[in-house]
């Protein structure tokens, strides 16, 4: 089963869906010419606190950054039991390239401590840089009052770049991927809807090339003074075997925009399985907090 703090490196938020956009009124032409980027533009939309990334695209030109700390208490009990405490900070790295594309990567640091009961073992700890991930989205639909807005994200993991105890993972040089289809609709000027479906695996050997997957669904609603609430359901899968295993989980959290540009945010989420009688004995928590915010890097970029 993975465990939450990995879960994260591939997760985020929606939230240009569910917040009104700011209007620009009362700009001078002479403004219009010099800054031609700025003007009129949405608040920033970003793929954290959720599991479901946005499918908004960063603006042309602009860098956004999206980080925060994570921290996740899960306990297994299937052959034997296992506690797992992780500390984890999290990094997302967007540019974007033209108005359909951008290029992205997640570095995530953590620290975990693991306890595996009804063993004569110490707890052990593992520190470190997990593998990079790299990876693009590309607008496949744009929204309109019919369709959702729709994008397809792509990732690898590239596992020699690591640091720490993740350095020489075990999995040797397996390379990974992530594929996930993005969408998002606005209900009303408040209220926003979206969903994620996703699949993964390793690019050879024997774990398949596809032998994971997520699905979620969030419902985002802006609570007005730039402050923001959303709701998610969200279940990892995969297959061992012959047999199909899913692990359900509800989260929810709260955005406050400081500026169009950067935006605060909270968050928290449980494990359902105790709940729900999934097949896996499993049951924890996470919460954490993070800051996003983007640049002009070549803003006059067309």
């Known amino acids: 089963?993975?465990?939450?703090?990995?879960v994260m490196l591939l997760a985020s938020s929606f939230w240009g869906v569910a917040q009104e956009?700011?209007?620009?009124?009362?700009?001078?032409?002479?403004d219009v010419e010099l800054t031609p980027v700025f003007v009129g533009m949405p608040a920033i939309a970003t793929d954290r606190p959720d599991i479901t990334e946005s499918?908004?695209?960063?603006?042309?030109g602009w860098f956004q950054y999206e980080g925060g700390y994570q921290?996740?208490?899960?306990?297994?009990?299937?052959?034997?039991?296992?506690?797992?405490?992780?500390?984890?900070?999290?990094?997302?790295?967007?540019?974007g390239i033209n108005k359909k594309f951008e290029v992205r990567a997640v570095i995530n640091a953590n620290t975990k401590l693991v306890d595996i009961l009804d063993t004569w073992n110490d707890p052990f700890r593992t520190t470190g840089v997990n593998p990079v991930t790299i990876g693009f989205k590309y607008n496949l639909i744009e929204e309109t009052d019919l369709l959702p807005q729709t994008t397809w994200l792509s990732h690898l993991t590239l596992p020699w770049i690591a640091?720490?105890?993740?350095?020489?993972?075990?999995?040797?040089?397996?390379?990974?991927?992530?594929q996930r289809l993005m969408l998002e609709k606005g209900l009303t000027p408040r209220l926003g809807i979206a969903s994620n479906i996703g699949i993964s695996g390793g690019l050879q050997g024997s774990n398949g090339f596809i032998n994971e997957g997520m699905f979620s669904l969030a419902l985002g609603y802006d609570l007005g003074n730039d402050y923001?609430?959303?709701a998610e359901y969200f279940s990892n899968w995969f297959v061992a075997g012959s047999q199909f295993f899913a692990t359900p989980y509800f989260d929810g959290g709260f955005t406050k925009l400081l500026s169009n540009d950067l935006q605060l945010d909270i968050y928290a989420g449980i494990d359902l399985s105790p709940y729900v009688g999934s097949k896996?004995?499993?049951?924890?928590?996470?919460?954490?907090?993070?800051?996003?915010?983007?640049?002009?890097?070549?803003?006059?970029?067309?």
């Open 163 to 178: 640091g720490g105890d993740y350095r020489a993972p075990s999995q040797g040089n397996m390379v990974f991927h992530e």
């Open 228 to 230: 923001g609430v959303y």
């Open 55 to 60: 499918a908004q695209i960063t603006p042309v």
């Open 1 to 6: 089963m993975k465990k939450i703090s990995i």
């Open 71 to 95: 921290f996740s208490h899960a306990e297994e009990r299937i052959s034997l039991t296992s506690i797992t405490d992780a500390h984890q900070i999290e990094e997302v790295l967007r540019f």
């Open 280 to 302: 896996l004995n499993t049951s924890g928590f996470f919460f954490g907090t993070g800051v996003s915010y983007r640049l002009p890097l070549a803003a006059y970029l067309k």
């Open 21 to 30: 956009r700011p209007e620009m009124n009362d700009i001078d032409a002479d």
